[in-house]
């Protein structure tokens, strides 16, 4: 084969070729997706000790990504989850006069996570001997929306004989939030925009002695703007399913459902059996996150039929919508 010559005008002529090549490739107008920003370890992490066995532990909104929720940690033992518009959160259940140590990391919506915080620590107050003086109850309560998923609360300070340690924001009878015992003032989040609210609260000292509650003040928060998107979801339970069983001639039922999404854990429900409230049903620590299930004597009659439903305490200490109703016969081999 006669091999090919190349000549300097055809040398150029390939190398402006080429050039124009890569330079079409490189000026494509398919850019590539801009990577999902990490998450970053939350910041300014603090821990108080409120009594002798609680600890209110604070930080700051972590400022990049798509968060669906804080986890916090005690050691290495995770011991809340609240949802991603709350960086505050109650420890309970302490020993007095121990030091723990607490870390926080944010959730996205994908699954991953950010790192841990940097650990704090705090020791719990001693526990008061011979203390039953319990505070006096807070007064002048007031209250103020502070946007559509916030309120501001103030209160004149109560009593005690020793010392006031901490002061507890509850809504309708659910505590959602505390602050030390030199403050007066709270901003509560984590609200619902458009909701009614019932705000009091409560004092209490380094023996865990209570207030009576204040007096009650309302208020409502604003409707979210036009056409923003409400980050309240769902707040109804998905998926209800019921059974019956029967074991040793009694018969169960057999309840299966998933928690609303709210972002955080869903302790507490309420069943439901033909139009009024028969049990409450408490979690506790381990409340599932994925679906939940609940058996519960019912009867030891065969053929009796029951309305079923059931609703969730949300994380603002309302209770959510109910979920469907279901309807389930009780039978010899249960249904």
């Known amino acids: 084969r006669t091999p090919c010559a190349v000549t300097p005008l055809v040398a150029g002529l390939l190398a402006a070729a080429l050039c124009l090549s890569l330079t079409s490739c490189s000026d494509s107008s398919e850019a590539a997706p801009a990577p999902a920003a990490e998450l970053v370890a939350p910041r300014g992490l603090t821990a108080q000790a409120s009594s002798a066995t609680s600890v209110h532990v604070m930080w700051n909104k972590s400022a990049a990504g798509d968060i669906a929720e804080y986890e916090i940690y005690r050691g290495r033992t995770r011991v809340k989850t609240v949802p991603a518009d709350r960086y505050m959160v109650d420890i309970a259940g302490l020993q007095p006069s121990a030091e723990y140590s607490f870390t926080v990391r944010a959730k996205g ?141 009694a018969h169960y039922l057999d309840l299966k459902w998933t928690p609303p999404d709210t972002g955080g854990d869903v302790s507490e429900y309420q069943i439901h059996l033909n139009g009024k409230q028969a049990t409450t049903l408490m979690w506790g620590a381990k409340a599932p996150k994925g679906q939940a299930k609940h058996s519960f004597f019912i009867t030891r009659e065969a053929g009796l039929t029951y309305r079923v439903k059931l609703r969730a305490k949300l994380p603002d200490g309302n209770w959510g919508a109910f979920s469907a109703e279901r309807t389930v016969t009780t039978g010899p081999a249960g249904r």
Not at 171 to 198: C, E, F, M, N, W
Not at 209 to 224: D, E, H, I, Q
């Open 109 to 249: 919506r994908d699954g991953n996570a950010s790192p841990l915080s940097r650990a704090v620590s705090v020791t719990t107050r001693a526990r008061a001997s011979a203390d039953h003086e319990p505070p006096t109850a807070p007064a002048r309560l007031r209250a103020h929306p502070s946007g559509p998923r916030a309120a501001t609360l103030s209160w004149s300070a109560a009593k005690d004989d020793k010392e006031v340690t901490s002061y507890e924001i509850h809504q309708r009878g659910s505590k959602i939030h505390s602050v030390d015992g030199d403050s007066t003032a709270a901003l509560v989040t984590g609200l619902r925009p458009g909701t009614d609210y019932t705000f009091t609260v409560v004092a209490r000292d380094a023996a865990d002695n209570t207030s009576r509650p204040s007096g009650a003040v309302g208020l409502s928060t604003a409707a979210a703007p036009d056409g923003a998107k409400d980050s309240a979801r769902g707040t109804a339970p998905t998926g209800f399913e019921v059974a019956t069983h029967l074991d040793d001639h």
